[in-house]
């Protein structure tokens, strides 16, 4: 019974990762390429799994989540209080822009779910969805959202899975899409983007804040509930490329509703809603709790022991869960995405800015989780990488770095209004930079094993 809790607690991973951007680029691969990209979508869901576990895994043994540990670690380096306040407007303003400008997209993405199915105005259906959101986010504790999350990852997965199930899929063209990495041509950042939409920095800190909210768990079942969770979320992702695949021509959910439609009845098209539905609005709880569990673990900062004591400095409750804190700063965040959503208004500044903002985080977080779970003076000896997890760790981090590099790059060019330099410049610029990393990286973490 406790496995099966530790399932539906870590299951708003998926929630988190699995919105309408996700489904919109895995459908659109399908459409576009077939099957020939669902081992990226492979890739990225054991890459999403590397990093969660351990960040999962710092909270769990440490008592600092992601936040308060890189605020700690910043500061506690050379450069002292500096750094360290330069690294939480860092990562404050990436993750709290981040999530405002794509909480739009969530509820967007929702609306359209729920527009295949019912005719009402779209910004009276974002206005309902927005109240929904907020309601979850308002009954209690990040435990208890999260338990409730679970429900709306089971009806998306569902409607998902059941619907790629019904199209029959062809098993052989299938497996070997998934098994045998191949890129065809003009599908690079595509490849990127599916990875893209798995590895979030976002989530990083969702998940870690809300390891160290439920440090009674033993750190195997942690570890078999995140597992399963990820794992489960990433054959959903699959699953929406399979579906995607129907498309014959230029993809869009209309298009995507036609079709299913007409091959299964109007009752898939209900389904395909309803797991659009439900992706939107997960996504649009996630990302404000994001939001607010990383303002917390920046201006808290403290280390919380397994009986629920703060410590540090004993301002209890200044940031819990009910704190006017914590809930200014969801409240805002889904604010901005309502506000956008009902005005019809893509918020593609923001989004810009978020992207490059981002393209710094997601290897700055990711290069951080590589060195903490290799410090024997943060996770003792027992908790450090074994050499097949750094092995897979350093693998993922390349791969962040690398997305990073070209998220940064693209977010330079449409800030400066140029064209996106050509795929292939992009991607030999960004892994040149990321090979001149490997040498000091390996000997720090050489260092900090000692």
Same mark, same amino acid.
């Given at each position: 019974?406790?496995?099966?809790?530790?399932?539906?607690?870590?299951?708003?991973?998926?929630?988190? &990762?699995?919105?309408?951007?996700?489904?919109?680029?895995?459908?659109?691969?399908?459409?576009?390429?077939?099957?020939?990209?669902?081992?990226?979508?492979? &890739?990225?869901?054991?890459?999403?799994?590397?990093?969660?576990?351990?960040?999962?895994?710092?909270?769990?043994?440490?008592?600092?989540?992601?936040?308060?540990?890189?605020?700690?670690?910043?500061?506690?380096?050379?450069?002292?209080?500096?750094?360290?306040?330069?690294?939480?407007?860092?990562?404050?303003?990436?993750?709290?822009?981040?999530?405002?400008?794509?909480? $739009?997209?969530?509820?967007?993405?929702?609306?359209?779910?729920?527009?295949?199915?019912?005719?009402?105005?779209?910004?009276?259906?974002?206005?309902?969805?927005?109240?929904?959101?907020?309601?979850?986010?308002?009954?209690?504790? *990040?435990?208890?959202?999260?338990?409730?999350?679970?429900?709306?990852?089971?009806?998306?997965?569902?409607?998902?899975?059941?619907?790629?199930?019904?199209?029959?899929?062809?098993?052989?063209?299938? &497996?070997?899409?998934?098994?045998?990495?191949?890129?065809?041509?003009?599908?690079?950042?595509?490849?990127?983007?599916?990875?893209?939409?798995?590895?979030?920095?976002?989530?990083?800190?969702?998940?870690?804040?809300?390891?160290?909210?439920?440090?009674?768990?033993?750190?195997?079942?942690?570890?078999?509930?995140?597992?399963?969770?990820?794992?489960?979320?990433?054959?959903?992702?699959?699953?929406?490329?399979?579906?995607?695949?129907? !498309?014959?021509?230029?993809?869009?959910?209309?298009?995507?509703?036609?079709?299913?439609?007409?091959?299964?009845?109007?009752?898939?098209?209900?389904?395909?809603?309803?797991?659009?539905?439900?992706?939107?609005?997960?996504?649009?709880?996630?990302? *404000?709790?994001?939001?607010?569990?990383?303002?917390?673990?920046?201006?808290?900062?403290?280390?919380?022991?397994?009986?629920?004591?703060?410590?540090?400095?004993?301002?209890?409750?200044?940031?819990?869960?009910?704190?006017?804190?914590?809930?200014?700063?969801?409240?805002?965040?889904?604010?901005?995405?309502?506000?956008?959503?009902?005005?019809?208004?893509?918020?593609?500044?923001?989004?810009?800015?978020?992207?490059?903002?981002?393209?710094?985080?997601? *290897?700055?977080?990711?290069?951080?989780?590589? &060195?903490?779970?290799?410090?024997?003076?943060?996770?003792?000896?027992?908790?450090?990488?074994?050499?097949?997890?750094?092995? $897979?760790?350093?693998?993922?981090?390349?791969?962040?770095?690398?997305?990073?590099?070209?998220?940064?790059?693209?977010? !330079?060019?449409?800030?400066?209004?140029? *064209?996106?330099?050509?795929?292939?410049?992009?991607?030999?610029?960004?892994?040149?930079?990321?090979?001149?990393?490997? !040498?000091?990286?390996?000997?720090?973490?050489?260092?900090?094993?000692?």
């Amino acid at each position: 019974m406790k496995r099966l809790l530790s399932v539906a607690l870590w299951s708003v991973l998926a929630a988190a &990762f699995i919105g309408p951007g996700t489904v919109t680029t895995a459908a659109k691969a399908g459409a576009e390429h077939r099957y020939a990209l669902l081992w990226a979508l492979l &890739f990225s869901t054991l890459a999403c799994l590397v990093l969660q576990e351990a960040s999962a895994r710092l909270a769990l043994v440490s008592g600092l989540d992601l936040a308060a540990a890189l605020r700690r670690g910043s500061a506690g380096s050379s450069g002292g209080d500096r750094r360290g306040l330069l690294m939480m407007v860092l990562v404050l303003g990436s993750v709290l822009l981040g999530c405002a400008a794509y909480e $739009a997209g969530n509820l967007l993405g929702a609306v359209a779910g729920a527009g295949l199915m019912i005719d009402l105005p779209s910004w009276g259906l974002t206005l309902a969805i927005g109240v929904v959101a907020a309601g979850l986010l308002a009954a209690g504790t *990040p435990r208890t959202v999260a338990l409730a999350l679970s429900v709306l990852v089971a009806v998306m997965g569902l409607a998902f899975v059941v619907t790629a199930f019904l199209l029959a899929p062809a098993l052989g063209e299938l &497996f070997r899409g998934l098994l045998v990495p191949r890129a065809p041509a003009g599908s690079g950042l595509l490849v990127l983007g599916l990875i893209g939409t798995t590895v979030v920095p976002y989530n990083l800190f969702l998940g870690s804040g809300l390891a160290r909210d439920n440090r009674t768990e033993t750190l195997s079942r942690q570890r078999f509930g995140l597992s399963v969770a990820v794992l489960l979320g990433g054959l959903i992702s699959m699953a929406v490329l399979v579906v995607g695949v129907a !498309v014959a021509g230029r993809f869009s959910y209309q298009a995507l509703g036609e079709v299913l439609s007409a091959r299964l009845g109007g009752w898939a098209r209900a389904l395909f809603a309803v797991g659009l539905l439900t992706a939107g609005l997960s996504s649009a709880v996630t990302a *404000p709790l994001a939001a607010a569990l990383t303002a917390r673990g920046l201006f808290a900062g403290r280390r919380q022991g397994g009986g629920g004591q703060e410590g540090d400095d004993g301002e209890v409750d200044r940031w819990g869960s009910r704190s006017w804190r914590y809930r200014a700063v969801w409240l805002s965040v889904l604010l901005v995405g309502v506000a956008f959503g009902a005005a019809q208004l893509s918020p593609i500044p923001a989004i810009i800015a978020a992207q490059a903002f981002n393209g710094v985080l997601l *290897p700055v977080a990711a290069l951080f989780l590589l &060195f903490a779970v290799n410090d024997r003076r943060l996770m003792g000896r027992a908790a450090l990488n074994g050499p097949l997890s750094n092995l $897979a760790t350093a693998a993922v981090v390349a791969t962040t770095v690398l997305l990073g590099l070209l998220n940064l790059g693209k977010a !330079v060019a449409r800030l400066l209004g140029r *064209p996106v330099a050509s795929e292939t410049w992009l991607l030999w610029a960004a892994l040149a930079v990321t090979a001149m990393l490997a !040498v000091p990286v390996t000997r720090r973490v050489m260092t900090l094993r000692r």
